[in-house]
């Protein structure tokens, strides 16, 4: 599920923090839609230009033949993050023919731009292309009682969360928020930590 609602405050601040740095445009992650389920077209264009891109993919068992087999799909259709500066997603989009748009902010009016550690967090779940991923509705809501924490060895190691139950296991889920979330495999506790400092997401909504 993806939500063309998204986000909050935050992303006013991390455009004026994380693009303009001393008159130069850094690099950020745009949020992209994408029509008639053609993610993987722009991927294989944006992979052709050198462009860094991430779509949410993962392994799906389906029968053919009478023979089962595992086929790499995208998780969520018509969603594509993309990394590049302002004025890089500007001549891309002005000089592609593919269906592509920026997934706006309502409430500023501008494209959405996903933070470096959010995404980050996002790939180390989602980059895995794990069969048993659980992708859930982003409303950060729902995920409020859970624990933030650090995964700490294993395939996810590095990855930060919120430590809930999620269809009988522990897991953790990684929430782009208003976009996407995505729910770890099992998760012993033994292989996670307590984050005790302050989310720093937190922190810009306060600036």
């Known amino acids: 599920m993806v939500l063309d609602c998204e986000k909050n405050s935050n992303f006013a601040l991390m455009e004026v923090r994380t693009i303009v740095k001393k008159g130069r445009e850094d690099k950020v992650w745009y949020a992209i839609r994408v029509t008639y389920n053609r993610e993987l077209k722009v991927k294989e264009d944006l992979d052709a230009r050198g462009i860094t891109c991430f779509v949410p993919m993962q392994y799906r068992r389906e029968e053919r033949g009478g023979v089962m087999v595992k086929r790499l799909v995208p998780s969520v259709h018509n969603l594509i993050f993309i990394y590049l500066t302002p004025t890089e997603m500007q001549e891309y989009k002005r000089h592609t023919d593919l269906p592509i ?61 919120v430590f809930v139950r999620v269809k009988g296991d522990r897991r953790v889920v990684v929430n782009v928020e208003g976009l996407v979330a995505v729910a770890t495999t099992f998760v012993h506790p033994s292989m996670i930590e307590k984050i005790t400092d302050p989310d720093p997401d937190q922190l810009d909504n306060a600036l």
């Open 101 to 161: 748009r920026y997934i706006m902010n309502r409430e500023n009016n501008r494209p959405i731009i996903v933070p470096t550690r959010e995404m980050e967090n996002f790939i180390k779940v989602a980059g895995t292309y794990d069969e048993k991923l659980i992708y859930l509705n982003p409303d950060p809501g729902d995920f409020a009682k859970g624990e933030r924490v650090r995964i700490i060895g294993g395939t996810f190691a590095g990855a930060e969360g």
